[in-house]
């Protein structure tokens, strides 16, 4: 079970990673301060909005229209924090305590 909740620890610390990265680099894009014409530059981003995508899609339904500003990261971000801490929290379970 300890391999379990490692596993799942892991997996959790990657999507946090990613989606920071993704976060960082909206707000990059979006102050000009990279160009999406720069090919690295693009293949990164397309690249974390592929893997980011199927997350967002399902939590953009239930949230309102905002032109201009998308929730969908923020909320996502918020229930990965509450899937972490509930996996620390629970960390017993997987020791045997």
């Known amino acids: 079970m300890v391999t379990l909740f490692q596993?799942?620890?892991?997996?959790?610390n990657v999507v946090w990673f990613i989606m920071?990265?993704?976060?960082v680099m909206s707000w990059l894009i979006n102050f000009q301060v990279l160009n999406l014409r720069q090919p690295?530059?693009?293949q990164i981003w397309y690249g974390l909005n592929n893997l980011l995508e199927p997350v967002y899609t399902p939590i953009r339904r239930?949230?309102?229209?905002?032109?201009?500003?998308d929730l969908a990261p923020l909320v996502a971000f918020i229930v990965l924090i509450i899937l972490q801490r509930a996996?620390?929290?629970n960390?017993?379970?997987?020791?045997g305590y």
Do not use: D, R, S
Not at 20 to 23: D, P, Q, R, S
């Open 62 to 69: 239930f949230l309102p229209n905002t032109p201009g500003l």
């Open 7 to 12: 596993a799942l620890t892991l997996i959790l």
């Open 91 to 95: 960390a017993g379970f997987f020791y």
């Open 20 to 23: 920071i990265a993704h976060i």
């Open 40 to 42: 690295l530059v693009a």
């Open 87 to 89: 996996l620390i929290n």
